[in-house]
Nanobody, 121 residues
């Protein structure tokens, strides 16, 4: 079972907005920080934003002031509101969570399968 499932990606014009969602499946629990990474074609995966259980947030300089990360009330979901999108934001966006595996109870970093965001100029 995929531990995290992303949704909300798509094609948008430069200057537009998208909201990504990520929900934890039943295969993980005891979730601490959650965050987003992205990987553009031909580039390494890069960190975008993180939110703690206390709702402290941090952003990469490239998205600061344009993106907003938030968590759902149940603390097992995370969102990324992306505004003023630029063509250089085009990437596959991945959700990640610091959590425990339901079967092994081991703590680790879990990932979703990603959702494509394409920003046209």
């Amino acid at each position: 079972q995929v531990p995290l499932v992303e949704s909300g990606g798509g094609l948008v014009q430069a200057g537009g907005s998208l909201r990504l969602s990520c929900a934890a499946s039943g295969s993980i629990f005891d979730i601490n920080a959650m965050g987003w990474y992205r990987q553009a074609p031909g580039k390494q995966r890069e960190w975008v934003a993180v939110i703690s259980t206390g709702d402290n947030t941090n952003y990469a300089d490239s998205v600061k002031g344009r993106f907003i990360i938030s968590r759902g009330n149940a603390e097992n979901s995370v969102y990324l509101q992306m505004n003023s999108l630029k063509p250089e934001d085009t990437a596959v966006y991945y959700c990640t969570a610091d959590a425990r595996d339901l079967v092994t109870t081991l703590r680790g970093d879990f990932w979703g399968q990603g959702t494509q965001v394409t920003v046209s100029s």
